[in-house]
């Protein structure tokens, strides 16, 4: 159950809800003897109305929690397909081996994947289209890289695109369960156990990287790989 329909939902709840009471009161006001016996229909019944949303209620979250579960291994086989293609396309040696594997776990994401979505505008005959295509763009890249012997700007090239896909998939694709801001980060580099005498050492110096010559700490941001 996507967070759309979860809401859709609750939002039949509250109307139903609101309804109800709204006919009890506006029955018990103005509606003569007609409406004594409604608002004594609703009133008399209230335990059972109580229970049954309760339980209606308890199935929308038990569904909810359930896809949120499936969203998330799919997410962490997303995760490995991925580094096994960014792992392949560091290796100097490329065997058919080492691709099988690689191709084996990108292809295990994709069809995961249409068990948790179906494709976009699928109905009846029409096949849709595949709902996060970032993720054939990172089999296209290792399909296109293959094994043998490739050269160093083709290994790139396949990284490239594939931390592209990934950053494009990352984007989206986890807007459905949006995991929460830690309540305690630690987001300065060369942290320390501030209970420790360690604590008190000065940090490592800083390391100038090979793409641009700034500090690590002004790579924050950056690509992921």
């Known amino acids: 159950m996507t967070k759309a329909m979860l ?5 039949a709840v509250v109307v139903l809800i609101a309804g109800l009471v709204t006919a009890a009161i506006l029955g018990r006001l103005f509606g003569g003897a007609p409406g004594k016996v409604l608002y004594e229909i609703i009133t008399d019944f209230t335990e059972l109305q109580i229970a049954l949303i309760a339980v209606y209620l308890a199935y929308v979250f038990q569904q909810r929690a359930f896809f949120v579960q499936m969203l998330r291994t799919l997410w962490s086989q997303i995760i490995v397909s991925k580094n096994e293609i960014i792992r392949y396309a ?5 065997t058919q081996e080492k691709y ?3 191709f084996g776990a990108v292809s295990i994401a994709i069809d995961e994947m249409r068990g948790v ?10 096949l849709g289209d595949y709902p996060y295509e970032p993720l054939q763009d990172m089999l296209r890249a290792l399909t296109q890289l293959g094994y043998g012997e490739p050269t160093d700007g083709q ?5 490239a695109r594939v931390v592209r896909a990934w950053n494009a998939l990352r984007y ?5 369960f949006r ?6 980060p630690i987001t300065e580099p060369y942290a320390a156990d501030p209970r420790r005498d360690s604590a008190k050492d000065p940090p490592p110096p800083r390391t100038l990287t090979r793409s ?8 924050k941001g950056g690509k992921d790989a």
């Open 179 to 184: 995991p929460p801001e830690p309540s305690h």
């Open 7 to 11: 809401i859709r939902r609750l939002v």
């Open 155 to 159: 290994r790139a090239n396949c990284r």
């Open 212 to 219: 641009s010559g700034k500090d690590d700490k002004s790579s």
């Open 172 to 176: 989206d694709f986890r807007r459905e």
């Open 90 to 94: 560091h290796d100097p040696v490329l």
């Open 100 to 102: 099988a594997r690689a």
């Open 117 to 126: 979505y179906r494709n976009v505008g699928e109905a009846g005959n029409a």
